[in-house]
């Protein structure tokens, strides 16, 4: 792929790709890689800690009317229902 994109390298690539200004000088310090089955149980430990809500979505609105504070210019007063 290099070579069709007309890159010897990929670091020649990257230096004509990503510009040095927003480039890491140092090595990254990230904890070991985790295996599959590892990264899963560590997701549905993080998953377990969310809690389900009441949804509001398709409920609508109503009694909507610009904000007479705002001078009637874009804002606007919703109540749900």
């Known amino acids: 792929m290099l070579h069709t994109c007309g890159f010897k390298t ?3 690539m990257t230096d004509a790709a990503v510009p ?3 480039r890491l000088t140092a090595p990254v ?3 070991p890689a985790k295996s599959e089955s590892e990264a899963l ?4 430990v993080i998953a377990a800690k969310n ?3 009441k949804s509001l979505i398709g409920m609508g ?7 007479e504070r705002e001078g009637g210019r874009g804002a606007i007063c919703m109540s749900l229902s």
Do not use: N, P, S
Request: glycine share 4%; charged share 50%.
């Open 10 to 12: 990929l670091d020649e």
């Open 20 to 22: 040095k200004h927003i």
């Open 29 to 31: 310090d990230l904890e």
């Open 41 to 44: 149980a560590e997701l549905k």
């Open 51 to 53: 809690k389900v809500l």
């Open 61 to 67: 609105y109503y009694e909507t009317g610009e904000d």
